[in-house]
């Protein structure tokens, strides 16, 4: 008995230190927080499909700890030029299993605050995958967003 309970005791500490170490290492309690680089947007809208390859005229990345999410995007060129963007954003999201639903509190685009977008996610490796219907109806817009990401090294 006294065997079995101290295995049990042994079994436990080990178990939590591995937990500890994941999340010392990931900076957070979940697989999801981190930095992440967008790499490539997939939007299906009314028929139409824009892929856009975040490879060399803009940066967009997200930021998302425990509790929050952030994003922000711009282009290379310090705002010189015609295609010159900033756009940024951020809130609350939950997540469940792999349904991870963002709830937009603020955003350049401020006609955007105040909607929910759910996502479902998948994460390979270093590699976030995220695909939802974003819906903002009072701008009439409901399209497919798939975004692929990568995991920014420390």
């Not at 927080?33 to 967008?38: E, N, R, V």
């Not at 930021?63 to 711009?74: E, K, M, R, V, Y």
């Not at 015609?82 to 639903?101: C, E, H, Q, R, V």
Request: glycine content about 8%.
């Amino acid at each position: 008995m006294k065997i079995s309970f101290l295995f049990a005791i042994c079994l436990i500490s080990i178990l939590s230190c591995i937990s500890k170490k994941e999340e010392a290492e990931n900076g957070s309690s979940i697989p999801l927080a981190g930095t992440w680089k967008l790499v490539e947007g997939v939007i299906i809208e009314k028929g139409d499909t824009t892929v856009t390859k975040y490879d060399g005229n803009v940066s967009f990345i997200k930021i998302i700890n425990d509790t929050h999410f952030a994003f922000l995007q711009h282009d290379l060129a310090k705002g010189k030029g015609k295609d010159s963007i900033f756009a940024a954003g951020g809130g609350k999201f939950i997540l469940t299993d792999s349904l991870y639903t963002e709830h937009l509190e603020y955003c350049s685009a401020r006609e955007w605050e105040g909607n929910d977008f759910p996502f479902t996610i998948e994460i390979k490796n270093d590699t976030l995958i995220q695909t939802g219907i974003e819906k903002v109806a009072n701008l009439g817009v409901e399209r497919v967003n798939t975004e692929k990401y990568v995991r920014v090294k420390k």
